[in-house]
């Protein structure tokens, strides 16, 4: 018989340690998020607008720390761009999808969540929704320098990304917007195609009304889930969890079927195996 290749093994461990065990692992040395703003506290996030890494410094990574971050060297882009425990995250996420799944980051923003996404997985599928913002040089330049031409997609529109997919899932979406209103709309149009126990992963947690608008699709939705982790952080703070995140899980399969057209018709539900 032949050893089963390392690939294999490690995908296989990771099922025992899964995304929900290792969200639990993260933690803070100095800075903690929703903690008052002391002296030193403030002149750190002074330091990380100047681009020095102290979250890097600031967070605790389970697993495979020195790996994790040699792989993420170089997927910020700007002193607004999203910490290093979003990014592992991230990058945690997509190495372990199924081959038949794919990551999507609906709206880019800086870029940071598809650089996270693709750094050294190089065979996983992920596609980034872009938007003028995303046009810059160096977030070009990084992805060019990253990605594999093959598996990694620039899309402009939902329904573009959609035809990229095929016949894949999507295993975990990272959802952005600066209001709340798009983020309704995102989760909806993303909902019919989620892979069985898929993830979605909220930014700007720390907006009330986007908060509120990821529990009223929760409460409103045919599918069953779970709230994995609400983080907040004092406003932006860069040396945590950012803008906020919130990551909420799929609880098996889906239910909300895929609209015929790709063009966003009413879901229906699928009959139970």
């Not at 025992?16 to 100095?30: E, H, K, N, T, V």
């Not at 002074?46 to 495979?64: E, I, M, S």
């Not at 993420?72 to 990014?87: D, E, H, I, K, M």
């Amino acid at each position: 018989m032949r050893p089963e290749p390392r690939a294999g093994i490690v995908r296989r461990c990771f099922r025992a340690m899964d995304l929900p065990q290792y969200l639990q692992g993260l933690s803070f040395r100095f800075i903690q998020p929703e903690q008052k703003r002391t002296l030193a506290a403030r002149a750190a996030s002074v330091l990380t607008a100047l681009r020095v890494p102290l979250d890097g410094f600031n967070t605790r990574l389970p697993l495979d720390r020195s790996d994790m971050r040699r792989k993420l060297r170089g997927t910020r882009v700007g002193s607004a761009g999203l910490p290093l425990a979003v990014r592992a995250i991230l990058n945690r996420g997509v190495a372990h999808l199924e081959a038949h799944e794919a990551f999507v980051a609906f709206s880019l923003g800086g870029g940071d969540s598809l650089l996270a996404a693709i750094a050294r997985n190089h065979e996983q599928v992920c596609i980034g929704i872009h938007d003028t913002d995303s046009h810059r040089d160096p977030f070009r330049r990084r992805f060019a320098k990253l990605s594999n031409g093959e598996a990694h997609f620039l899309e402009p529109s939902f329904k573009s990304c959609v035809s990229r997919l095929d016949d894949r899932s999507i295993g975990l979406c990272f959802v952005s917007a600066n209001s709340h209103e798009p983020i309704a709309r995102r989760l909806v149009e993303c909902e019919p195609h989620l892979a069985e126990n898929a993830y979605l992963l909220l930014d700007n947690g720390n907006c009330h009304r986007t908060r509120q608008t990821a529990f009223d699709f929760v409460a409103a939705s045919r599918n069953q889930y779970r709230v994995l982790v609400d983080a907040r952080g004092t406003e932006r703070d860069a040396l945590t969890w950012g803008r906020g995140l919130l990551v909420v899980q799929l609880l098996g399969r889906n239910r909300v079927s895929r609209p015929l057209s790709g063009r966003g018709t009413s879901p229906v539900l699928v009959p139970a195996a």
